[in-house]
């Protein structure tokens, strides 16, 4: 079963137990990836890595929008994004901890032979790569920076 096809029976699933607060976040789920399947250039052909990195997207976008209505002491607009946030959550990959990533990033720099601070860009493109979905891309980038100025 395909990431769009289990949204798609999740989305089913919370119209019959009326659970309006998961429906209206699986369906703007839903609707994001339509649009991007529909846009110029797609094709129409949407992967479950494509899937993967709009629903990473979504969830930034209702952290960053519950933070800032957090900052206006706006609670109830901030629980309702953290609330979404949190159901897309459940179709996002377990993330890496600090120690895995730390694991991770220094193979990638013994694979790659990276010397120093100028290979940075080599790194990275190879780290984003693997750990696509895993890892955060600043908690990437904090990471290959900490490790090659050591």
Same mark, same amino acid.
């Given at each position: 079963m395909t990431l769009e096809e289990r949204?798609?029976? =999740?989305?089913?699933? $919370? @119209?019959? !137990?009326?659970? #309006?607060?998961? %429906? &209206?976040a699986i369906r703007s789920i839903r609707a994001a990836i339509i649009n991007a399947k529909t846009e110029v250039g797609a094709g129409g052909e949407f992967k479950d890595s494509d899937s993967l990195k709009l629903l990473q997207k979504l969830k930034k976008? #209702? =952290?960053? +929008? +519950? !933070?800032?209505? #957090? &900052?206006?002491? #706006? $609670? =109830? %607009? $901030? &629980?309702?994004?953290? @609330?979404? +946030?949190?159901?897309? *959550?459940a179709y996002l990959p377990e993330m890496m901890s600090g120690d895995e990533l730390a694991a991770a990033i220094s193979e990638i720099i013994a694979s790659t032979g990276a010397q120093g /601070?100028? =290979?940075?860009?080599?790194? /990275?493109? !190879? !780290?984003?790569?693997? %750990? *696509?979905?895993?890892a955060e891309g600043k908690a990437i980038a904090a990471e290959v920076r900490k490790q090659l100025q050591s």
């Amino acid at each position: 079963m395909t990431l769009e096809e289990r949204i798609t029976a =999740d989305m089913k699933e $919370a @119209m019959k !137990a009326k659970d #309006r607060n998961k %429906l &209206e976040a699986i369906r703007s789920i839903r609707a994001a990836i339509i649009n991007a399947k529909t846009e110029v250039g797609a094709g129409g052909e949407f992967k479950d890595s494509d899937s993967l990195k709009l629903l990473q997207k979504l969830k930034k976008q #209702r =952290d960053d +929008a +519950a !933070a800032i209505y #957090r &900052e206006q002491n #706006r $609670a =109830d %607009l $901030a &629980e309702t994004e953290e @609330m979404e +946030a949190e159901f897309i *959550s459940a179709y996002l990959p377990e993330m890496m901890s600090g120690d895995e990533l730390a694991a991770a990033i220094s193979e990638i720099i013994a694979s790659t032979g990276a010397q120093g /601070m100028g =290979d940075m860009g080599k790194v /990275m493109g !190879a !780290a984003t790569g693997k %750990l *696509s979905g895993k890892a955060e891309g600043k908690a990437i980038a904090a990471e290959v920076r900490k490790q090659l100025q050591s």
